[in-house]
């Protein structure tokens, strides 16, 4: 239910058969109609509107001109000389009998303004929005003081939203609003009260996207790294069992797959999922059996390793839990459980290290490019390992997207108990992200071409 906003009216929307018209966005268009309808006591928001009957044949575009106070009014003009004389008895009058007051009130102050000319009365409101304008400008200033950083400084800009969190301004909104229907209690069992729920979001995927360190994100949003560590360690615990365990909970199966089966998929009617392995660097773990298990010497550093598994459309459909960087792919896929999930007449494509077959359940299959078992590669072999390619670069597309995220090329030692929270949670916003298969595609008229 809506009232209209000029005095003296009491046209109701629900009630009354006019329109109403919301005030204009542009400010100096809003202030012409406010002036018009001379209400002095307040300033018009975006939620008032003035109804149809005060516009001229009713059309927004003509402005609010009909009035209760000029509705018997005539606008003939007089000659010069009449004119001239009728403006000294005005003025005179109007010294004595008709001299009127406006009084202005808002949070602080209240001013009271004596007016006369008509012309004298429009200064007064002019300044009075000027007024408002620049109480509002000092709040503003104020909380920018207090909050240098947050979800107000990106609001307005997606490639700073896709930026900072790895996702649009849409989807961001679309996480808070799953986030705010769930309780939580704090990791470090106290609540954390100066932020709220969008700038505590926007501060775990800042530190998922960009890794930043503590003190970095403590001084972007003026706290302590204490609650830095209590939001993130919190959140991520949030985040994952929204989006990852409740949104990523089944894998899709052979015949919803068809429905949106890329062109490069052709050969591999009956896919279901395709496999592949990353490893992420870590801290040095304080237990030492961990810092045995996760050493690798090829790369002369601690690792972790996890599977992904990306249906034929992009979409990652399974993460598993990270395991040691020692860990091979075989003991990796067979200690998930990703097997567990296939039927009979199911496809797993997957790269040369995979070699699973005897552990691929009954009636399945696994495609992996052949092995040069001879000087040179057969006719036969080379368009199958071709085939095979042209269908798995969507995963190594769907891999970059999954490293973007910083937090993956390197697992701080806070986080490290959260690894696998991490990993798959990072997996699940990819999958909020733009689809891949039209990048896809274009690869391939690019390698069809050459």
């Known amino acids: 239910m809506v009232q209209c906003w000029v005095p003296l009216c009491s046209h109701i929307s629900n009630r009354e058969t006019c329109k109403f018209f919301r005030f204009p966005a542009n400010y100096i268009e809003c202030k012409v109609w406010a002036k018009s309808v001379r209400r002095a006591d307040t300033y018009p928001t975006k939620n008032n509107k003035i109804c149809s009957c005060h516009f001229k044949d009713g059309l927004r575009e003509n402005g609010p001109t009909q009035f209760e106070w000029n509705k018997n009014s005539s606008f003939s003009f007089t000659s010069p000389e009449k004119h001239t004389k009728r403006k000294k008895v005005d003025s005179a009058s109007c010294s004595q009998e008709n001299e009127s007051s406006i009084i202005i009130e808002n949070s602080t102050t209240t001013e009271t303004y004596v007016l006369t000319p008509t012309n004298s009365k429009s200064d007064e409101v002019e300044k009075y929005f000027l007024h408002k304008e620049i109480e509002e400008l ?4 104020l909380f920018l003081k207090n909050n240098p950083f947050g979800y107000h400084s990106i609001e307005s800009d997606n490639k700073l939203f896709e930026f900072y969190c790895g996702i649009s301004k849409s989807m961001f909104d679309i996480v808070v ?8 209690k704090y990791y470090y069992d106290w609540n954390v009260e ?6 505590q979001i926007l501060m775990t995927l800042i530190k998922l996207r960009l890794n930043l360190a503590y003190p970095d994100l403590a001084f972007r949003f003026k706290t302590s790294e204490s609650t830095v560590g209590n939001i993130i360690l919190t959140l991520i615990s949030v985040l994952h069992e929204i989006l990852f365990i409740n949104l990523m909970n089944t894998v899709p199966s052979q015949n919803k797959n068809q429905n949106c089966l890329p062109e490069c998929f052709n050969n591999f009617q009956n896919c279901r999922i395709t496999l592949d392995c990353t490893e992420i660097s870590c801290d040095i773990p304080k237990s030492l059996l961990d810092q045995k298990l996760t050493y690798s010497s090829y790369k002369n550093k601690n690792t972790l390793k996890g599977l992904i598994g990306v249906a034929p459309n992009g979409v990652i459909t399974y993460a598993s839990k990270l395991y040691p960087g020692s860990t091979s792919d075989k003991k990796i896929v067979g200690h998930c459980g ?17 070699l699973i077959s005897d552990l691929m359940p009954p009636e399945t299959s696994l495609n992996i490019p052949p092995f040069l078992m001879s000087p040179q590669f057969t006719p036969s072999e080379v368009l199958k390992t071709k085939s095979i390619a042209r269908a798995r670069i969507h995963v190594e597309r769907v891999m970059v997207r999954l490293k973007k995220f910083k937090i993956l090329t390197h697992i701080p030692k806070a986080l490290y ?7 798959q949670l990072c997996a699940a916003l990819v999958n909020f992200q733009n689809p891949i298969i039209k990048e896809v595609e274009h690869l391939f008229v690019n390698n069809d071409k050459t």
């Not at 609003?177 to 939580?184: I, N, P």
Request: with cysteine.
């Open 417 to 423: 108990t959260k690894s696998s929270l991490v990993f």
């Open 194 to 199: 100066k932020f709220c729920l969008k700038d």
């Open 177 to 184: 609003d799953l986030c705010s229907k769930v309780s939580f």
């Open 138 to 141: 000092k709040k503003e200033k």
């Open 338 to 354: 990703v097997l567990n999930i296939l039927q009979p007449g199911d496809l797993v494509l997957a790269d040369k290290g995979f």
